[in-house]
């Protein structure tokens, strides 16, 4: 997918996702939590070619411009959307997944500080409330819905798959 029609699938997608959203143009030149996104495309990018400083550099610029944290390690899937982002916390080895919804406020934390896999993994069609806390090593399932202000330490399953002996959604 080329990066003019990547973009164009990010605007389209907020349009989807906030229906305050009037038209391409406002959401390009008004929309931190979009900002934020393409911020991180660029931040990843260079984390991947080893630029790993100049990465966390960008990421900062990134960060004091949109009031979003994204470490430019976290691999995050397409059709993300960041509605009102400030606040937003993402670690390193975070792990999104296509068609995420993240409020205001949102932390995909750590709980150790160990060199490997330490952070969340959100499945595709989540969204996660504001405030909400997801911290640690953790999975969450393709579709859950996290509420507002919710401490997530352990798996959180999709209702959908209750039957195949998975848990349940906060």
């Known amino acids: 997918?080329?990066?003019?029609?990547?973009?164009?699938?990010?605007?389209?997608?907020?349009?989807?996702?906030?229906?305050a959203a009037r038209n391409r143009l406002e959401v390009a030149l008004a929309y931190p939590g979009v900002h934020a996104v393409w911020g991180h495309r660029i931040s990843h990018f260079l984390w991947n070619a080893n630029l790993k400083l100049l990465a966390r550099i960008h990421s900062n610029a990134v960060r004091f411009t949109t009031g979003v944290e994204i470490h430019p390690g976290a691999t995050i899937g397409r059709r993300f959307f960041i509605d009102h982002g400030m606040g937003v916390v993402i670690g390193e080895t975070t792990i999104i997944g296509d068609d995420v919804l993240l409020y205001h406020d949102v932390t995909l934390g750590s709980r150790g500080f160990t060199h490997s896999k330490r952070h969340p993994t959100i499945g595709n069609n989540v969204v996660l409330g504001a405030g909400a806390r997801i911290i640690g090593n953790v999975t969450i399932a393709n579709g859950a819905r996290i509420s507002a202000n919710s401490v997530v330490i352990s798996d959180v399953y999709s209702r959908s798959s209750l039957e195949s002996g998975d848990l349940f959604q906060i």
């Open 1 to 19: 997918m080329s990066i003019l029609s990547r973009i164009k699938e990010d605007l389209d997608n907020a349009l989807t996702q906030d229906p």
